[in-house]
């Protein structure tokens, strides 16, 4: 089992930025360096929907086009955490935002959510004008 929690979240003001983490435990391999990982968001009245990923080696990464050349997914394999660096945040990106991953060596990025099986608990952002 692997136990995911995010942290970072809150109130920002448009154009303002974030950093969301997502912490590991649990039986996570020594490292994270066999496993996809991903953000995902859900808005008000919304469906989950894919933020960004990584590939299992953190070589491939995907950003869905709303936040495509503002966030920047990343991670500390030593750390066991996961990153997501939100710039220049809009009030379109207020959600709640949930980290998955999977144990998958070699995989490509993955952005569907019935692909991961590990599941934070989500971290609220709001975003004011």
């Known amino acids: 089992q692997v136990q995911l929690v995010e942290s970072g979240g809150g109130l920002a003001q448009a154009g303002g930025s974030l950093r969301l983490s997502c912490a590991a435990s649990g039986d996570t391999f020594n490292t994270l360096e066999t496993f996809a990982m991903g953000w995902f968001r859900q808005a008000p009245g919304k469906e989950r929907v894919i933020v960004a990923a990584l590939s299992w080696n953190g070589g491939r990464i995907y950003y869905a086009d709303s936040v495509l050349g503002r966030f920047t997914i990343s991670r500390d394999k030593a750390k066991k955490t996961l990153y997501l660096q939100m710039n220049n945040i809009k009030r379109e990106d207020t959600a709640v935002y949930y980290c998955?991953?999977?144990?998958?060596?070699?995989?490509?990025?993955?952005?569907?959510?019935?692909?991961?099986?590990?599941w934070g608990p989500g971290t609220q952002v709001t975003v004011s004008s």
């Open positions: 998955a991953n999977v144990y998958k060596p070699y995989s490509d990025y993955m952005i569907e959510e019935t692909e991961y099986p590990y």
